[in-house]
T-cell receptor
Framework: TQLLEQSPQFLSIQEGENLTVYCNSS?????LQWYRQEPGEGPVLLVT?????EVKKLKRLTFQFGDARKDSSLHITAAQPGDTGLYLC???????????FGTGTRLKVLA | ETGVTQTPRHLVMGMTNKKSLKCEQH?????MYWYKQSAKKPLELMFV???????ENNSVPSRFSPECPNSSHLFLHLHTLQPEDSALYLC??????????????FGEGSRLTVL
């Protein structure tokens, strides 16, 4: 069974701080996505990474896919209250119509 | 209407009731999904439909019965549920190709409480 473990599980920080969320697995994935889910809503895609070692930047968010394509990280610079939410990584192994979701990281940014 | 819409947003049912969740996507996608989101557990894939054909049943108990009459509509029929089935049920769609499933577009979810 493929599992994606995210750490930390919960994170509460002050506005302006930096943070990193990790997504780890013993399995290799063809691609990996990061989603953010706000209360009362469904998850919304932030980014897809497909190449080992790939780094993508989305304003203050930096995503990295591990060289072996087994892990990923999300780094947020100068966090803002609007970054508050549940962050989910999701890995796709190929050949099927499904992504396996990680355990989630619940982030709260205090003003 | 745009995106993926789910109804009802909230549902309370007894263990002997029969109810249905409805999902409609207005994106022209070819794949639709049911996911279960409960506290302290990762998002769990339940069912996948590609062009109305079920391509994945992730060992879901038979008290959950999916129906996909066309590429735009997906139902989840519920019968004799257990209290542990209480969760947020999320519908998603994607434009799946041979390369990958593409971006998943989620609805806002149906919050189910089983008494």
């Amino acid at each position: 069974t493929q599992l994606l473990e995210q750490s930390p599980q919960f994170l509460s920080i002050q506005e302006g701080e930096n943070l990193t969320v990790y997504c780890n697995s013993s399995s290799v994935f063809s691609s990996l996505q990061w989603y953010r889910q706000e209360p009362g809503e469904g998850p919304v895609l932030l980014v897809t990474v497909v190449t080992g070692g790939e780094v993508k930047k989305l304003k203050r968010l930096t995503f990295q896919f591990g060289d072996a394509r087994k892990d990923s990280s999300l780094h947020i610079t100068a966090a803002q209250p609007g970054d508050t939410g549940l962050y989910l990584c999701a890995g796709w192994s190929g050949g099927t119509y499904k992504y396996i979701f990680g355990t989630g990281t619940r982030l709260k940014v205090l003003a | 209407e745009t995106g993926v819409t789910q109804t009802p947003r909230h549902l309370v049912m007894g263990m002997t009731n029969k109810k249905s969740l409805k999902c409609e996507q207005h994106l022209g996608h070819n794949a639709m999904y049911w996911y279960k989101q409960s506290a302290k557990k990762p998002l769990e894939l339940m069912f996948v439909y590609n062009f109305k054909e079920q391509t994945e049943n992730n060992s879901v108990p038979s008290r959950f019965s999916p129906e996909c009459p066309n590429s735009s509509h997906l139902f989840l029929h519920l019968h004799t549920l257990q209290p542990e089935d209480s969760a947020l049920y999320l519908c998603a769609s994607s434009q799946a190709s041979g390369a990958d499933t593409g971006e998943l577009f989620f609805g806002e979810g149906s919050r189910l409480t089983v008494l």
